[in-house]
């Protein structure tokens, strides 16, 4: 054999060993943890994805996502937790407020970015949002923010009422404060607000007789966790009892709601895949300042105000995002 040739070859192997060294290294696995069901959570899931894939990583080809859902069982995510860091993943994405309070209980070494629509500071997630410290950041949507903009979209669409209600999950940390804000922003306007309290499927339906009891204007619906999994059944439960309710996300307006307004979950989705790809490149969550995500969505279902048989004024209609028709 002449050297040349023998140079060739001898290429050829070594360019082989790497790439079938390179095909053997195991992915990168991420841990995605939730506290409800997968059902429903699709958009925000392609969202996760988006923000992977914009610091190039896709799922199945260069990274693997391990998925934990506690289907609404907040007592399962402990155990969802201890199993993603058995498993050992190299992040972990905890995108409902209750899967963030337990990734942080249980690791202090594994990278974990979280969505919520609480005070993550207030929650004890970060030290400071521009200084997170730890192990842990992610991406704080503008829910808390906007909840009074709720209520004075429910008063534009019930001009001549005065009693309105909230409802709420008393097994959020940050119902309370949701609930004072919306109250002071009642006085403000001169309106009385009556809260009202589940946290289970029948606590939702013994809520919706209760507000029709109460003859009150409209219903503004708490941002949770546990609703999102159930804007389903809000939204037709609100159809059957002829309740106007305004709701946070997108989701329930699609599922026959009536309007929906806040910060984009989706937005927030992918800003938190964004950071998801950025630690698996190697940056640490310390130095990744916790994102606000600031887009804001106005949806209005025109049907649904047909058959609820009230005129969403053109004001609001000029100001939507989106209005399905």
Do not use: C
């Not at 009892?241 to 937005?267: E, K, M, P, R, W």
């Not at 950071?275 to 190697?282: A, H, P, T």
């Amino acid at each position: 054999m002449q050297r040349r040739e023998f140079i060739t070859l001898l290429s050829s192997a070594t360019a082989w060993s790497f790439s079938a060294r390179a095909q053997q290294q195991p992915l990168p696995v991420i841990g995605f943890l939730n506290s409800a069901s997968a059902d429903g959570y699709e958009p925000e899931v392609d969202a996760f994805r988006q923000g992977l894939k914009e610091t190039g990583y896709v799922e199945g080809q260069n990274v693997a996502i391990e998925y934990r859902w506690a289907n609404g069982q907040f007592d399962r995510l402990a155990a969802l937790a201890d199993d993603l860091v058995r498993r050992r993943v190299s992040v972990i994405a905890a995108t409902s407020t209750p899967a963030n309070l337990v990734a942080k209980a249980s690791t202090t070494t594994i990278p974990i970015v979280f969505t919520t629509g609480s005070d993550p500071v207030q929650l004890g997630l970060v030290a400071s949002l521009s200084r997170p410290g730890g192990n842990v950041t992610g991406v704080a949507q503008l829910t808390r923010e906007v909840a009074p903009k709720r209520l004075e979209l429910a008063h534009e669409l019930v001009p001549t009422a005065t009693v309105f209600g909230l409802l709420i999950n008393p097994k959020n940390p940050s119902s309370e404060n949701v609930a004072r804000d919306l109250q002071a922003a009642a006085v403000a306007m001169g309106l009385q607000l009556n809260v009202l309290y589940a946290s289970t499927e029948a606590e939702i339906d013994d809520a919706f007789t209760t507000f029709r009891q109460m003859h009150a204007g409209a219903l503004v619906i708490g941002t949770d966790v546990f609703f999102n999994s159930q804007m389903r059944k809000l939204a037709a439960l609100a159809i059957r009892n002829s309740v106007i309710a305004i709701y946070a996300y997108h989701q329930f307006v699609a599922a026959g709601g009536l309007a929906s307004y806040s910060s984009s979950i989706t937005d927030s989705y992918r800003l938190a895949g964004g950071y998801v790809g950025r630690i698996l490149n190697g940056e640490k969550p310390a130095d990744l300042p916790v994102q606000q995500a600031t887009k804001v969505e106005l949806i209005i279902n025109l049907k649904t105000a047909k058959a609820l048989g009230i005129k969403v004024p053109q004001s609001v209609q000029s100001r939507a995002d989106e209005v399905i028709e």
